[in-house]
């Protein structure tokens, strides 16, 4: 079992910034691939941005060039830096952690965090 524990969410005027974590404990060893994904009122989960195992980086489009997925192993954590956040950002965030890679859409991801909510205003 793998446990994930999201923090860093809150409130946020558009063009501001927030670092979300994932701190990871459990049975780490085999997780090949660790990601963020965010979900508005009455929409679908969708991806923000993923890490494996290897350092590769992947971003949804919506987010490339100013969100940022790294990871600290010695912590067992992952971050998402967002920069010029935007009204359309507000979502749960929800950090995941795969046995395989690819993961291919939510279904291909192990253990979901609660998430943590993030709120842009305008």
């Known amino acids: 079992q793998v446990q994930l524990v999201e923090s860093g969410g809150g409130l946020v005027q558009a063009g501001g910034s927030l670092r979300l974590s994932c701190a990871a404990s459990?049975?780490?060893?085999?997780?090949?691939?660790m990601g963020w994904y965010r979900q508005a009122p009455g929409k679908q989960r969708l991806l923000v941005a993923t890490i494996t195992s290897a350092g590769s980086t992947f971003y949804a489009d919506s987010v490339k060039g100013r969100f940022t997925i790294s990871r600290d192993n010695a912590k067992n954590t992952v971050y998402l830096q967002m920069n010029s956040l935007k009204p359309e950002d507000t979502a749960v965030y929800y950090c995941a952690a795969s046995y395989t890679w690819p993961a291919v859409g939510p279904e291909g991801y192990n253990y979901w965090g609660q998430g943590t909510q993030v709120t842009v205003s305008s």
């Open positions: 459990g049975s780490i060893s085999n997780i090949n691939a």
